[in-house]
């Protein structure tokens, strides 16, 4: 069964601070993907990585930044959270073969106050 | 750039069956994907189809493809309450990098 793990499930943190959220995966997949799920938006895309140190912003980058030191994890930075990320943030992996179905974990809600 | 198009709300009685459509501008996806979201929970992959097929059937899941329209739809058959979720309709983006998701319906269940 792929795993993929999110480090918190719920998060509550203040303006201006800085916030890390963590994704891991023990699948060894080389394409992790960060988006934010709000109601009446779907999913949108943040950043997205295709191997260890790459990264590519996806279609929401701003205020946002991601680090993937290692294949198995991709952090999700928000330098200064502001109230309108308040969201709920979806990791999610995929591999390089075949359909590029995507496994997601199973979320962090983020209040920002 | 490249879209997604679902309606947001479907609502059926147990029992019956249920279709969620779905239209896309981008017709370079080798697969289309259905996924489903229970509440409190991450997606899920319902389902997925070749872009060279014009259906599939996979139990009480029918995925329809017309590629001509770019229309993609979700038919389940026999509605339980356990279907209550978000689907996502999804495709592969241009660069075949990414997949770009539709809103998601959210199909509620009445018994």
């Known amino acids: 069964d792929v795993k993929v793990t999110q480090s918190s499930r719920y998060l509550v943190k203040r303006t201006g601070e800085k916030v890390f959220l963590e994704c891991v995966q023990d699948?060894?997949?080389?394409?992790m993907f960060w988006y934010r799920q709000d109601p009446g938006l779907g999913l949108r895309l943040i950043y997205f990585s295709y191997d260890v140190k790459m990264k590519e912003k996806g279609d929401i980058p701003e205020g946002y930044s991601v680090s993937r030191e290692k294949k198995e994890r991709f952090s999700l930075i928000l330098e200064s959270a502001s109230t309108n990320q308040t969201s709920m943030y979806l990791c999610?992996?995929?591999?390089?073969?075949?359909?590029?179905?995507?496994?997601f974990g199973p979320g962090t809600r983020l209040t920002v106050l | 750039g490249e879209d997604v198009e679902q309606s947001l709300f479907l609502s059926v009685r147990e029992g019956d069956s249920s279709v969620i459509n779905c239209t896309y501008t981008?017709?370079?996806?080798?697969?289309l994907y259905w996924y489903k979201q229970e509440p409190g929970a991450g997606l899920q992959l319902l389902t997925y189809i070749f872009s060279n097929m014009d259906m599939k059937q996979d139990q009480r899941l029918t995925v329809l493809l017309n590629k001509k329209d770019k229309h993609l739809s979700l038919r389940i058959a026999d509605t339980q309450t356990g279907d209550s979720a978000i689907y996502f309709c999804a495709v592969s983006n241009q660069a075949g990098t990414a997949l770009i998701f539709g809103k998601g319906t959210t199909l509620s269940v009445s018994s």
């Open positions: 999610a992996i995929s591999t390089l073969a075949g359909p590029d179905e995507q496994f």
């Open positions: 981008d017709s370079s996806s080798t697969y």
């Open positions: 699948m060894d997949h080389e394409n």
